[in-house]
């Protein structure tokens, strides 16, 4: 150990899979990539010091999800832009696509475009900007069917903020376990565990189809000790955040919790793996 | 590619810090070494009001702390937010710090209650501690209350330090019962320019880029990294305040312990920059040495 960090051979009998990696995440850059790609190199150290294998981000498409027309107009006429990351890092970078939730024909379209007939595993359900409503949104269960039909993995952002929600947008871990529980033989991920964890836990404990991701708050301790027993690790998937976040916040919340290195091994890649699974099996 | 945050400070850095914080070509962040020396600025000992935490029995968080390699930890008082005996709360800091020799009590002060003063000098008076934490949003008052300028006034006289803590939680994950904000910091610039021979340090500030200009107006206000947070966190506050203004700390219980450490591996900062904050910018800080003010 240097620093309280693993050495580099435990970390990669850890096998990690980020699920959570977030460059640019807002905006690709004007030309559609080179903000995302410069922030990604700029993860790189952190990425290469925790060992990571694999690290998924979330893409946008040309379907809304961004407050800028001229470069939703662009990913449209040009969607190989959408490509370039995972050209340039082919052996190490994952995808999924940020879905509008305001516009589903749009999206449906994506889905047949990007999972199906695509290379992306799965779709993130933003909680700000215009692609963002409430998980609770009646045409949400169309996504939700045709993402099924087609095995990809759903991460859903959600937050429990003390005060009350910013937006009405947002989705907490409560709205997250009643949609979820509407399609029990679809896997769910309750992103950043809703923030305040102690509730985002107990609120998705009784949907086994929740699966609670790691990252975006604050290296508070106790967090994976009170996951993994109240929701075991196989339903724990980690996420860096990065570069917005550290790897140091991120990955000290599993690698220094007192839990067993199994559950480790789990909530670090084993299970990211687990499900994504099932979309590569149909490609 | 290759990326090295050593460009990006190298690029910012003024000429006489840049040589202190950039790494030389050779010298690789993971091969970068913990100083023998490691003074943890943030901790605090007893239990958070909210929840039991994994380390938050005093034999524990030692043993967690020199498993990590931290040799002196500056400890206050989780009872300091909430309870009002706040003699009772400093006496037990203190007689558990005499215990552990690598704890240097700092006591817990709430300048809203009644003879204040009195807790004051018997930290510092009697006591001889170093310093003194206070936490303002828990207690009810700001920085530009005439209580803060003369705490710091009575603190400064008695020659001890003053650490603010800008909050102990994230905001949106207080307990709805019991919510503190944030302190604001501007008035602090006012206060350090009246007393010139005063030393502060903010505690638990997760800085944006506003904040980073505001502390970097403040003269002689030093940070802690506890919440510095972002890849390249730590790099862009050093750029903006300067090295020699940045000190190590994890708030731990209540953060990972391991959380903060990694931090400054993941930088990329050079061993000469790992150095001032881990180890020399406290030590200069408690002596009394005041830093340089970089903007």
Redesign the interface.
């Known amino acids: 150990m240097n620093f309280g960090l693993p050495s580099a051979e435990t970390l990669q009998q850890y096998r990690i899979w980020d699920s959570y990696f977030t460059p640019s995440f807002s905006h690709p850059g004007p030309d559609g990539s080179r903000g995302l790609i410069d922030d990604i190199q700029r993860s790189m150290p952190a990425v290469q010091l925790g060992q990571f294998e694999k690290l998924c981000y979330f893409a946008h498409v040309g379907i809304g999800t961004t407050t800028d027309p001229t470069l939703e107009q662009l990913l449209q006429a040009k969607p190989e832009l959408v490509l370039k990351p995972l050209q340039h890092w082919p052996n190490k970078l994952l995808g999924m696509i940020q879905l509008n939730l305001n516009n589903i024909a749009a999206s449906m379209t994506a889905l047949d475009r990007w999972l199906q007939d695509g290379p992306m595993l799965g779709v993130y359900f933003p909680g700000s900007g215009p692609g963002a409503a409430n998980c609770m949104t009646p045409n949400v269960s169309k996504l939700v069917d045709r993402v099924s039909e087609l095995g990809g993995v759903i991460m859903q952002h959600t937050w429990l903020k003390t005060g009350g929600k910013r937006s009405p947008q947002e989705s907490t871990p409560s709205e997250l376990a009643t949609l979820a529980s509407r399609h029990p033989h679809q896997h769910f991920i309750c992103a950043h565990a809703g923030g305040e964890w102690e509730q985002g836990i107990r609120a998705v404990r009784e949907t086994p189809n929740v699966l609670i991701e790691t990252s975006g708050f604050d290296a508070t301790a106790g967090f994976i000790e009170m996951a993994t027993r109240e929701l075991g690790s196989k339903r724990i998937v980690f996420g860096s955040h990065l570069p917005s976040r550290s790897l140091g916040t991120e990955i000290s919340k599993v690698t220094s919790a007192s839990i067993s290195e199994k559950d480790k091994k789990d909530i670090l890649g084993r299970n990211y793996r687990k499900l994504l699974n099932v979309i590569q099996s149909y490609k | 590619?290759?990326?090295?945050?050593r460009d990006l400070i190298h690029g910012v850095m003024t000429a006489g810090a840049a040589s202190v914080v950039a790494a030389s070509p050779a010298e690789k962040?993971?091969t970068?070494?913990?100083p023998t020396k490691v003074v943890d600025t943030n901790v605090s000992l007893f239990q958070w009001p909210f929840?039991?935490?994994?380390?938050d029995e005093i034999n524990a968080l030692c043993s967690k702390l020199r498993?990590?390699?931290i040799t002196e930890a500056w400890a206050s008082s989780f009872e300091g937010l909430l309870h009002r005996d706040i003699r009772g709360v400093n006496t037990r800091l203190l007689n558990a710090c005499q215990a552990k020799p690598e704890l240097v009590p700092v006591g817990a002060i709430n300048p809203t209650l009644p003879d204040w003063k009195h807790d004051i000098n018997l930290c510092l008076g009697r006591s001889k501690m170093p310093g003194i934490r206070i936490f303002p949003g828990y207690h009810g008052y700001q920085l530009s209350d005439k209580v803060f300028s003369e705490l710091l006034a009575t603190a400064t006289e008695l020659g001890g330090f003053v650490q603010i803590a800008f909050t102990l939680?994230?905001?949106?994950?207080?307990?709805?019962s019991v919510?503190a904000p944030n302190t604001d910091p501007r008035p602090l610039k006012h206060w350090m320019q009246q007393i010139p021979e005063a030393k502060v340090q903010i505690l638990n500030c997760?800085p944006s880029t506003s904040d980073k200009q505001i502390f970097a107006s403040i003269p002689r206000v030093v940070l802690d990294t506890s919440?510095v947070?972002?890849?390249?966190?730590l790099v862009t506050l050093v750029n903006a305040i300067g090295v020699d203004r940045v000190l190590y700390g994890s708030h731990?219980?209540?953060?990972?312990?391991?959380?903060?450490?990694?931090?400054?591996?993941?930088s990329?900062i050079s061993a000469a920059a790992v150095n001032a904050v881990m180890t020399e910018n406290a030590d200069k800080f408690r002596k009394s040495e005041v830093p340089s003010q970089k903007n």
Request: proline letters at 8%; a positive charge; hydrophobic letters at 35%.
């Open positions: 590619m290759a990326f090295h945050r962040p993971a970068v070494s913990m929840r039991r935490i994994p380390l498993q990590i390699g939680e994230d905001t949106r994950t207080q307990s709805h919510t997760r919440r947070d972002g890849t390249d966190g731990a219980p209540f953060l990972i312990p391991e959380a903060a450490c990694i931090r400054i591996l993941e990329g």
